[in-house]
């Protein structure tokens, strides 16, 4: 069984900068393709960046390009999310999310991940 713990997550104001952390699970971490994913109030859960598995390779939304990085660490099964530079429109609940396996970094349906964590809220006020 796999398990995703989001951290990071808060209220901060516009133009500030927050940093998602989430830890895996399991001894095959660096096996998978891993996601962010975010959804706000009233509105379906939306890609927000991937990268591959031993991160050479990322994938953003247009919306966050320049102002969100994802990273790994595969030594201690961690992904990351700096946020920089970040909106209102920026608030909404964050996810991680394990690929199944295989796969590309543009695979943004959310359909092709199998494992979420709990979520993290992040709050951006005007």
């Known amino acids: 069984q796999v398990q995703l713990v989001e951290s990071g997550g808060g209220l901060v104001q516009a133009g500030g900068s927050l940093r998602l952390a989430c830890a895996a699970s399991?001894?095959?971490?660096?096996?998978?393709?891993m996601g962010w994913f975010r959804q706000a109030p009233g509105k379906e859960r939306e890609f927000v960046a991937t990268?591959?598995?031993?991160?050479?390779?990322?994938h953003y939304t247009d919306s966050v390009k320049d102002r969100f990085t994802i990273s790994r660490d595969n030594a201690k099964n961690t992904v990351s999310l700096q946020m920089n530079s970040l909106k209102p429109e920026d608030t909404a609940v964050y996810y991680c999310?394990?690929?199944?396996?295989?796969?590309?970094?543009?695979?943004?349906?959310?359909?092709?991940?199998?494992?979420w964590g709990q979520g993290t809220q992040v709050t951006v006020s005007s």
């Open positions: 399991g001894s095959t971490f660096s096996t998978y393709i």
């Open positions: 990268i591959s598995q031993y991160g050479r390779y990322a």
């Open positions: 999310a394990r690929h199944t396996l295989g796969g590309t970094v543009y695979d943004k349906s959310h359909h092709m991940y199998d494992y």
